[in-house]
T-cell receptor, first 115, second 113 residues
Framework: TQLLEQSPQFLSIQEGENLTVYCNSS?????LQWYRQEPGEGPVLLVT?????EVKKLKRLTFQFGDARKDSSLHITAAQPGDTGLYLC???????????????FGKGTKLSVKP | KAGVTQTPRYLIKTRGQQVTLSCSPI?????VSWYQQTPGQGLQFLFE???????NKGNFPGRFSGRQFSNSRSEMNVSTLELGDSALYLC????????????FGQGTRLTVV
């Protein structure tokens, strides 16, 4: 069974602080996606990383895919209250799209940024 | 272009009843996946449909079923509802093939009383 361990589970910080969320697995993924979800809404896709070692930036958010494509991190610089939400990582198994169509989700990191 | 549309947004049902949820994917997307989200278990995969065929199924009882129509719209059905079926049900739309990017609808909040 493929699993994605996400940490920390909860994070409460002050506006302006930096933070990093981690997503780890013993399995190799063909790609990894990060989502942000507001309460009662569906997850919104932030980024997809595909190549081992890849780094993508989205304003104050930096996403990295591990060299071995087993782990990923999300770093937020100078967090703002608008960053508050549930951050989810989701890995696409190696045979995704063929015999396997389900993304493997981490349990999520609930981030609260206080003004 | 329009996103993924799920209807209804909210549902309250009693134990033993059945329910049907609907999902309209992004135009041109042929893959629709369904997930159940609960606070304790997170997002769990139910099943995936591609070109009207169920390709994958998660570890859920047979009370959970689905189908996909020729226009890629999908429905999922839960029969003999149990209290533990209360959850946010999410539909994800994907272009298909090796494209891994999945786009979610707003979900249907099902409450079983």
């Amino acid at each position: 069974t493929q699993l994605l361990e996400q940490s920390p589970q909860f994070l409460s910080i002050q506006e302006g602080e930096n933070l990093t969320v981690y997503c780890n697995s013993s399995s190799v993924f063909s790609s990894l996606q990060w989502y942000r979800q507001e309460p009662g809404e569906g997850p919104v896709l932030l980024v997809t990383v595909v190549t081992g070692g890849e780094v993508k930036k989205l304003k104050r958010l930096t996403f990295q895919f591990g060299d071995a494509r087993k782990d990923s991190s999300l770093h937020i610089t100078a967090a703002q209250p608008g960053d508050t939400g549930l951050y989810l990582c989701a890995g696409a198994p190696m045979n995704y799209g063929g015999s396997q169509g389900n993304l493997i989700f981490g349990k999520g990191t609930k981030l609260s940024v206080k003004p | 272009k329009a996103g993924v549309t799920q209807t209804p947004r909210y549902l309250i049902k009693t134990r033993g009843q059945q329910v049907t949820l609907s999902c309209s994917p992004i135009s041109g997307h042929r893959s629709v996946s369904w997930y159940q989200q609960t606070p304790g278990q997170g997002l769990q995969f139910l099943f995936e449909y591609f070109s009207e065929t169920q390709r994958n199924k998660g570890n859920f009882p047979g009370r959970f079923s689905g189908r996909q129509f020729s226009n890629s719209r999908s429905e999922m059905n839960v029969s003999t509802l149990e209290l533990g079926d209360s959850a946010l049900y999410l539909c994800a739309s994907r272009l298909g093939g090796t494209n891994t990017e999945a786009f979610f609808g707003q979900g249907t909040r099902l409450t079983v009383v």
